[in-house]
């Protein structure tokens, strides 16, 4: 059975993905800091595939057992590094912003994403599996009070795109979702209505393209991802038969040279 870990997965998108993949058959390994709402969050999905593995993706050990388990349930498909940390809130602007928050930002949304493809990356290879690093607008965008989480985006965009160069029997994707209705987003816009912002459940179709028809390696925008589900007529909110990302075992001649299994 094909496993997937998806950090920060009690709540939001990365529940919200998590879901959606254990139910078409995955083993997703998942995480969070509080453990107590990661548990939580196992409620109704089918049981034994929502492994909850609690504790802070900056923290060696926590990533070490996060890994282990994964490993423990079978090939690892799929790395989904969606966890990520917005900084103070309000934003500051760049030039008082304590240095302490940046590198905390930048631990959690770039160091930790490496480190944990580093941990797992030859069971990805083994697998010809997925890496998606979820990506922001931020990244390339030069939003005023956005220094922090923005330049941390942006250098995950890198991160991605050179893995994606160094091993190209991978799909390494740099994942935009969009605004989403969540916790993340109401810390970037405090004291406002976001209730206009839609569910992360409407972005994992996007999720699901990827991994169902891995396109080449790259920075994807879930808008386009959808607006292309929509121009070839399919709803949106579907998941169109031939993007089912089935949850598999990796075929023989999925593995690149010189991989052993
Ligand atoms: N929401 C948006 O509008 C938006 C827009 C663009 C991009 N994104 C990106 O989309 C992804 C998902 O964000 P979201 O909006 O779904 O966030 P969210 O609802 O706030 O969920 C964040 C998840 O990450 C976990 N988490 C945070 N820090 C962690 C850490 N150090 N170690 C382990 N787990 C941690 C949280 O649980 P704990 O707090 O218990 O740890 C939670 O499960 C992020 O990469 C974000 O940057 C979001």
Known sequence: MAVAIITGASRGL?????RALAEAGWSVVVDARRGEQLRAAADGMPAGRFITVPGDITDPPHRAELA?????????????????????????????YPQHDLEAVYAVNVLAPVALTQLVIADLLRAAGTVVNV?????????????????SKAALDQ??????VEHPSLRVYAFD??????ELHQQAFPGEDISDRPEPATV???VLRLLG?????GRYRAADLLAADLAAGEPAADQPADDQPAAREPAAD??????AR
């Open 135 to 151: 990506s922001s607008d931020a990244a390339v965008e030069a939003y005023a009070g956005w220094g922090g989480y923005g330049s």
């Open 177 to 182: 979702p969009g605004d989403m209705r969540t």
């Open 254 to 259: 999925d593995l690149p040279a010189g991989v």
């Open 68 to 96: 282990a388990a994964a490993r423990g349930a079978g090939p690892i498909t799929l790395l989904m590094n969606n966890a990520s940390r917005l900084g103070p809130s309000p934003q500051p602007g760049l030039a008082a």
């Open 213 to 217: 028809q891995r396109p080449p390696s």
């Open 204 to 206: 994992v179709p996007a």
């Open 159 to 164: 991160v991605s795109a050179i893995l994606g």
């Open 14 to 18: 990365g529940l919200a993905t998590a």
